[in-house]
């Protein structure tokens, strides 16, 4: 999530995504192809990862669950385990903790 975080002035589209798309599953790098780095509402985390409850109806390739606080509210986290390691398949923002 830290990746994820809007770029600082200077930072282009495509060192942004450089950067972030080899942390996602391939269905997260469609999911998240088009975003514009500029408009993410956070800029950093504020705090520790916590693994969260799995539901009842999660998806079985689903592994785990994280919740991350960022300094525009809590992110849920859906990480995958790949060969290539844990991947982030889906980022939801859980709104405002301010």
């Known amino acids: 999530m830290g990746a994820f975080a809007r770029p600082l002035a200077g930072v282009d589209r495509d060192a942004w995504w450089a950067a972030v798309s080899p942390l996602m599953t391939p269905q997260g790098r469609l999911d998240y192809a ?28 689903l592994q785990t669950l994280v919740r991350i606080p960022t300094d525009a509210g809590d992110y849920l986290i859906a990480l995958e385990h790949r060969q290539q390691g844990w991947l982030v398949a889906r980022a939801t923002p859980q709104g405002s903790t301010r």
Request: glycine residues 10%; without cysteine.
């Open 34 to 61: 088009g975003v514009d780095p500029t408009r993410v509402p956070f800029t950093r985390l504020t705090g520790p990862g916590l693994i969260q409850p799995q539901p009842q109806e999660a998806d079985s390739h």
